[in-house]
C-alpha cells in the first residue's frame, strides 16, 4: 500500500493514532474529556455509555451488538480513513519487525484507559489453552486474557478499591454457592486493596476480580473474552450473552476459573505491582524511566512510565504504544502534548530516539509494549 510507505517514510516510522472511544454496560465517570458530568456519555438507543480509551487497539469489541469496526484504533491521517489493523496487514515487517510479524495484522497487546463510576462487575477471564481447547465455549476469540493496572493520579469514583482473587482455600463449591446468593455474597470470598495513585496489580487470566472505580490504565492480551459471577449490575439484571457467553450458565463457567493461582495464600500481595526504577535507562538532568508492567510478571505484555524534563534518548528492543499523559514537547522531532497516542514502529524503536520536554510541566509518557517474540 503506497499511502502506508509514505507514512512511513514521512513520520519516519512513528505514526499518530486517533483516540478510540469503545461503549460499554457500565456508566462512566467522565474523566477521559468526553463529558461534564458522570454517565453524560449514555446513548440511550443501545443503553450503553463510553467509559473507555482503547490505545493502538487491533482487537474488536466483543460485547453485544458493537458498532461495525468498534475497538479499532485509526491512523490520524487526512484522507480515507486507515485502520491500524489495515497498517499492519499492508506492512508487517515495516510496523512489527520480522520477529513479531508473525502476529500481523494484530498488534499483539491491547491498551486501556477505564473511567468506571461504578466498580465493574466481578468476573474472570479464560486462559489461553482455554480458549485454544474449548473453542466451543468461546467462539470469535483466539487468545485469553491477563492484564494489568495501574492507577492514574485523577479523582477516584466512588469506590476505589479492587478485589482480585479468592481466600486461600476457597473451593469451586464455595465459591459456585456464593454466586447462587448473589454478587455480594461471591465479594466475600476475595481479597480487596485500595487502589493508591501511581500502584497497580497484575490479573492473571482465570483468577476472579472486581475493578474499583480509579482512573485505570489497563495492558492486556489483545481480546476481549470475559465471564461474569454476578447477574447484576448497577440494579440491574443482565443477559445470559452478557453474563456467561458461550455458557449455559455461570455454574457451567466456573471450570475455568484457575483456584490454584486465584485462591493461593497472599494472592493480593504476590501481583501487587510498584513502579521499579530502570536504572540502566536513567539520565541525570534529562530523565528516568520505570517498569510499571515489569516483563517478569509476564512475557505477554510489559510497560514503562517515562518523565522528561529534557532531552531523553530511548531505544527499544520491539514496537511499542506511546500514550502522552501530561506535559508537552517532541518525539523525534514531532511535536507531542498531553492526550495524544503513538505506536512507535520496530524500525524506529530500535534505533536511537528521543522525547524533549517543552514548557515548565514534566512530560510523562506511558510506553506499553507487545511481546518480544
Known amino acids: 500500500m503506497e499511502t502506508i510507505d509514505k507514512l512511513l517514510e514521512n513520520t519516519r516510522g512513528i505514526l499518530k493514532l486517533k483516540p478510540n472511544y469503545v461503549t460499554r454496560y457500565y456508566m462512566d465517570h467522565a474523566r477521559l474529556g468526553l463529558s461534564e458530568e458522570p454517565g453524560g456519555t449514555y446513548n440511550s438507543e443501545i443503553n450503553r455509555w463510553l467509559p473507555e480509551r482503547w490505545i493502538a487497539s487491533t482487537a474488536l469489541a466483543a460485547h453485544s451488538n458493537p458498532a461495525p469496526g468498534e475497538g479499532l484504533s485509526f491512523l490520524d491521517v487526512p484522507g480515507e480513513p486507515i485502520t491500524l489493523t489495515d497498517a499492519i496487514a499492508a506492512r508487517p515487517e515495516a510496523i512489527l519487525g520480522p520477529v513479531l510479524a508473525r502476529y500481523a495484522p494484530m498488534f499483539p497487546v491491547l491498551n486501556k484507559i477505564l473511567d468506571p463510576h461504578y466498580p465493574i462487575v466481578f468476573h474472570f477471564h479464560a486462559r489461553d489453552e482455554d480458549v485454544k481447547n474449548f473453542p466451543q465455549h468461546f467462539r470469535g476469540h ?150 510499571i508492567f515489569p516483563p517478569r510478571m509476564t512475557p505477554k505484555f510489559s510497560g514503562k512510565r517515562a518523565r522528561v524534563t529534557g532531552t531523553f534518548e530511548m531505544r527499544e528492543p520491539s514496537p511499542y504504544a506511546l500514550l502522552v499523559w501530561s506535559g508537552r514537547g517532541q518525539l523525534n522531532g514531532t511535536p507531542i502534548k498531553a492526550g495524544e497516542e503513538f505506536l512507535v514502529t520496530h524500525p524506529a524503536a530500535v534505533i536511537p530516539h528521543h522525547l524533549k520536554s517543552e514548557g515548565s510541566e514534566t512530560l510523562e509518557v506511558f510506553k506499553l509494549f507487545p511481546p518480544h517474540k
Do not use: C
Open 142 to 291: 483466539k487468545l485469553g486474557k491477563e492484564e494489568a493496572y495501574y492507577f492514574l493520579p485523577r479523582p477516584k469514583g466512588p469506590v476505589p478499591y479492587t478485589h482480585l482473587g479468592l481466600h486461600a482455600g476457597v473451593t469451586r463449591d464455595d465459591l459456585s454457592r456464593a454466586v447462587a446468593k448473589g454478587g455480594d455474597h461471591a465479594l466475600e470470598l476475595s481479597p480487596v486493596a485500595a487502589q493508591k495513585f501511581g500502584e497497580g496489580m497484575y490479573v492473571p487470566s482465570g483468577v476472579p476480580h472486581r475493578p474499583g472505580t480509579a482512573l485505570t490504565l489497563e495492558i492486556q492480551q489483545p481480546s476481549d473474552v470475559s465471564l461474569h459471577l454476578d447477574w447484576y449490575f448497577m440494579g440491574n439484571k443482565k443477559t445470559p450473552e452478557q453474563t456467561h457467553p458461550g455458557f449455559g450458565s455461570i455454574e457451567e463457567s466456573l471450570r475455568f476459573v484457575d483456584f490454584e493461582r486465584a485462591a493461593t495464600p497472599s494472592v493480593m500481595e504476590k501481583n501487587y505491582l510498584i513502579p521499579e526504577l530502570i536504572e540502566e535507562t536513567r539520565q541525570p538532568g534529562q530523565g528516568e524511566e520505570h517498569w
